[in-house]
């Protein structure tokens, strides 16, 4: 049981490393491979935390999907951008290093200020009602229709966003 | 019935979007605002108990978990009537067919997340039916691609995310305590619950996301960059329901259903309330750009809601639920007339107009009618709801929350007097003669509008007796 | 659960930590992009937390069901902000955010 915690918690550790590295670092292409690491970090924790399911999803979308429209969007929009933007960007992402020193300070200060909370397991229901697919399928339909929603917005918004504007 | 209202633009969106179908696009967007009609007709009817529930024949195929009360009612005829307002205007202000059908789509999305919103009673459905929203008025703000709608869409997009993270993380720690997220399960369950500090700060983080939704005073800044740079249908959308439902309707539902109003949330509600109504008006006093007036008056008009919801009396209530009711009407009604006047001036700066109201006469008396009733004019709607609110803020023992109330009101009625004078009144102004009364599509909205605020102002007894009062007296248990 | 009172604190340190980082990044940072990702670190923080509930309290099913929930949303809501960044450096040929303040508060 111990080891499982130290285990968790060094994952954990590397997970924040890894997003403090997305936002210091300084090329953009970085940052979102920074923002992947982090996501792939993050979905063993979940797998580990008892969330298979869950995990297959932070993986492949976020870890995935959402890496390749980051990747995408910087080849866009890099075609032009000047040597004066990077070098500003590089001064700016000075002020970054102060980023670390502050998380470990938080870290620190939030360890010491452990708030404990009784934890109540939800033990009376059945295991039917605790599967996570017959929770999705089975009492949570208004979930289900509002995401087909916000795909279909998603999908007007690619097809208006991404396109050239005709005129003007 | 309340099935119905979120399957319905769902399957019509379905429908329309089949490849077969292009060629009948023009329809499309005719079909839209029918559906927009349907829900007000329906509503009304149902308020008054005439229709049977259609939509109980999906029951058995389809868990919704809707609810619908009177509170949810009254929203739903305002998302209708606002949504309608809308289409019309966007009928006239956007001439390309293809860009129409898109336009007709968007809204009719965020209707729909709009209807759920208002029938919903999970936490968890609330999230995704406010993300519905929220994406569909992205894409609308930057609809025409221009850069100040593509800077007012990505500040609502960080704005939005900012709080959707803090509303996410209040949903995960009500789960600690509350095996479900219904609201009356994590009601229950906060009963019972000894996690004071848990639970204090999930209910901070949850006040706080939906004061940035509805754009309150210290979160406020977003707001007017979003109404002013969106399209002008897209904006009339914005500022009569969008940031209301899903920031104002939410936090009603949420403080009168989950918390208890009353307690330090009413405090809070209380005070963020009245920083609003003040900085809001004293903010609209010093705008140029007609649209940004009219966002900085929704400030502090929603404080209006808020003073009245934290006042934590049924009549309160009752009247923070009526004042959101007319707030979404005359606001509607005078973005309207603010797109009619930028349709036909091609300007929104107000020192660059005057007079226009001989060349503009039904635009002109309209937007009297709206801005009488947001000053709180006897014998308009907002009158009656002001009342209400001020009454009740006093009966509660909130004498100085009542009479900044009624300061408000004067602050409201010295700007606007400023914008009709600068807009309206006076002599023509040189240049402008050119100019001619709106379209039809826009003035059909606009008379509209304006004949409800009027109608609910003068048979302002039956409405309060029948339809609001009971509202408030059911939220306030 | 095993699990003593404070476990679920010490992961929950780490929720923190992430929002901070996402926050601090979206605050200091000029490049739309950047913005961003700032903001997935912050999703990355409240999932964490979700399925940290989840283990908790052991109803995984409802955070699970949640998060897959939001991951849904989050991704469409990338999708449309980069479509914005992208329109944005089409029209005006650059991702800074300081070029960016026509509109003021």
């Known amino acids: 049981m111990i080891d499982d915690l130290v285990v968790n918690a060094a994952l954990c550790m590397l997970m924040t490393a890894a997003a403090i590295w997305t936002v210091v670092t300084v090329r953009l292409l970085r940052a979102a491979i920074g923002l992947a690491l982090t996501s792939a970090l993050l979905t063993i924790v979940m797998y ?63 360890y010491k200020t452990s708030i404990p909370i009784e934890i109540i397991a939800f033990e009376g229901k059945t295991a039917a009602q605790d599967d996570v697919r017959s929770i999705i399928w089975n009492t949570r339909h208004l979930d289900l229709i509002g995401q087909i929603a916000i795909l279909l917005a998603g999908a007007i918004g690619v097809v208006l966003l991404f396109k050239e504007r005709k005129h003007g | 019935m309340p099935t119905l209202l979120i399957i319905l633009p769902l399957a ?25 009609l ?21 029951d058995p195929y389809i868990v919704l978990q809707l609810r619908m009360t009177g509170l949810s009612e009254v929203v739903l005829l305002a998302i209708g009537i606002v949504v309608l307002a809308s289409l019309f205007t966007a009928r006239a202000m956007i001439a390309d067919h293809d860009e129409r059908f898109k336009f007709g789509n968007l809204v009719i999305l965020a209707m729909m997340g709009l209807n759920g919103t208002a029938l919903l009673a999970d936490l968890i459905s609330l999230y ?19 850069s100040d709608g593509l800077e007012g869409s990505f500040k609502y997009i960080i704005l939005s995310a900012v709080a959707t993270a803090a509303l ?23 009963a019972v619950s000894q996690h004071s500090f848990y639970v204090n700060l999930a209910a901070g983080l949850l006040l706080c996301g939906l004061f940035v939704k509805g754009g309150l005073v210290p979160f406020h800044w977003w707001l007017p960059d979003a ?32 918390l208890t109003v009353g307690g330090a949330a009413g405090e809070v509600i209380m005070v963020l309330g009245i920083v609003s109504a003040i900085a809001g008006a004293l903010l609209a006093l010093g705008q140029r750009d007609m649209k940004r007036m009219l966002a900085y008056s929704s400030v502090s008009q929603v404080g209006y809601i808020m003073l009245g919801l934290g006042s934590g009396t049924a009549l309160g209530v009752a009247g923070a639920v009526f004042h959101f009711f007319n707030h979404a009407i005359f606001k509607s009604l005078l973005f309207v007339n603010a797109a009619a006047v930028e349709g036909s001036l091609g300007t929104r700066d107000m020192d660059r107009m005057g007079g226009i109201a001989s060349k503009m006469p039904v635009t002109g008396v309209t937007s009297i009618i709206g801005f009488f009733s947001a000053a709180g004019i006897p014998p308009l709607a907002g009158f009656w709801s002001k009342v209400m609110i001020i009454i009740a803020l006093w009966q509660a023992g909130h004498q100085t929350a009542s009479v900044v109330a009624v300061l408000v009101g004067v602050l409201t009625l010295a700007y606007f007097l400023s914008m009709q004078r600068r807009v309206f009144f006076g002599r023509l102004r040189e240049g402008l003669g050119e100019i001619r009364e709106a379209r039809m599509s826009i003035l059909v909205p606009a008379v509209s509008l304006a004949l409800i605020t009027v109608a609910a102002g003068l048979f302002f007894k039956p409405v309060f007796s029948k339809i609001i009062m009971p509202v408030g007296e059911m939220l306030v248990k | 659960m095993a699990d003593s009172v404070y476990v679920f604190w010490l992961f929950g340190i780490f929720v923190a930590l992430l929002a901070i980082v996402g926050f601090y990044c979206i605050l200091i940072t000029s490049n739309l992009i950047r913005t961003l990702i700032g903001m997935e670190i912050v999703t990355k923080a409240v999932t964490f937390l979700i399925i940290l509930v989840g283990r908790s309290t052991g109803n995984t099913g409802l955070a699970q069901s949640f998060a897959i929930t939001l991951i849904v949303v989050e991704v469409v809501v990338i999708v449309v902000a980069s479509g914005v960044v992208i329109s944005v450096f089409r029209r005006n040929g650059s991702i800074d955010v300081n070029l960016f303040r026509n509109l003021k508060g």
């Open chain 2, 168 to 190: 996410l993380a209040s949903i995960a720690l009500f789960m600690m305590v509350s095996p479900d997220t219904s609201f009356a399960a994590v009601r229950a369950a906060l």
């Open chain 2, 128 to 146: 995704v039916f406010i993300e519905i929203t929220a994406v569909s008025s992205f894409i609308l703000i930057a609809f025409d691609r221009d």
């Open chain 2, 227 to 258: 109404y002013s740079s969106a399209p002008a249908p897209a904006s009339v959308l914005l500022a009569g329901i969008i940031t209301k439902v899903s920031g104002i309707y939410a936090l009603i539902v949420v403080s009168t259903s989950i």
């Open chain 2, 38 to 58: 349907a829900q007000v007709v329906a509503t009304a009817t149902h308020m008054g108990g005439l229709i049977p529930d259609l939509g109980a024949a999906f």
């Open chain 1, 48 to 110: 580990r935390f008892g969330s298979p399911l869950a995990a297959a999803f932070e993986l492949s979308v976020c870890a995935g999907l959402i890496s390749v429209i980051f990747v995408s969007a910087i080849t866009l929009t890099s075609r032009l951008s000047s040597d004066r933007l990077n070098q500003r960007e590089s001064e700016v992402l000075r002020r970054f290093w102060f980023l670390p020193l502050l998380v470990i300070i938080a870290g620190v200060i939030l």
């Open chain 2, 12 to 36: 019509l969106l379905l429908i329309l979007n089949l490849p077969l179908l292009r060629a009948a696009r023009r329809v499309s967007f005719w079909l839209c605002a029918v559906l927009a």
